[in-house]
């Protein structure tokens, strides 16, 4: 029997010591007490201990971000009961649905070893206890916040803008106000002088 150990949050073992490693083909959807119904991966690693062996099933809650640790009844497992333990372990899993393939981690070299282990969320662990869409919705927020700037920084710009055109209008307007007369405005009103001159000098 497999029991879910709940303080468990990572398995530290080092590459070097994990004997046996499967991972399910394709991802089930699960419900777990406590936590939502959502689609998980399995693993299930054979390691080696002092004078023996451990097994661990792990489901990985993808929604959640959360490790679910199953560990066999015995701490320990002997080399002779090992194959039995790891046949229990995927009959356990694909009990919940899951079709577990070998990952083959045995017959790696050291370098590829730790380079997959690394790879996988065991070992390091995930931010566990995550509310369901809680990220999305901070990605949201800050997508929308990002809009709303963006959108505030258009205003303000045409707003420079609109301050710009205004300013050049009333330039432009005091330009025309004081522009240098045309010759025919020059001769208009050099008339209009001297026909008001002589009507003034009539007058005496």
């Known amino acids: 029997m497999f029991h879910w150990q709940k303080k468990m949050d990572s398995l530290e073992v080092p590459a070097a ?8 083909l394709s991802d089930i959807q699960v419900a777990l007490p406590g936590f939502p119904s959502q689609q998980a991966t399995a693993y299930l690693c054979l390691f080696a201990v002092e004078d023996g062996f451990g097994i661990a099933i792990v489901l ?32 356990f899993a694909e009990s919940m649905g899951f079709i577990m393939g070998d990952l083959d981690i045995q017959l790696l070299d050291p370098e590829e070893q730790d ?16 509310i369901p869409g809680k990220q999305a919705n901070a ?33 432009r307007a005091a330009v025309l106000r004081r522009r240098k007369p045309s010759s025919e405005e020059i001769e208009a009103r050099r ?14």
């Open 17 to 24: 010591k994990v004997r046996r490693l499967y991972r399910s």
């Open 60 to 91: 990985h809650l993808h929604a959640s971000q959360h490790l679910a640790f199953y560990f066999a009844d015995r701490e320990k497992i002997s080399k002779q009961e090992a194959g039995r333990v790891l046949d229990e372990g995927i009959h």
């Open 115 to 130: 380079s997959l282990w690394n790879s996988l969320p065991l070992k390091r662990g995930v931010t566990a206890g995550a």
């Open 139 to 171: 990605d949201q927020r800050e997508e929308t916040q990002a809009v709303v700037a963006e959108q505030a920084e258009e205003i303000e710009q045409a707003e420079e803008i609109g301050e710009l055109e205004k300013d050049l209008e009333v330039r």
């Open 191 to 204: 008339k209009t002088l001297l026909e008001n001159l002589g009507r003034f000098l009539a007058s005496f």
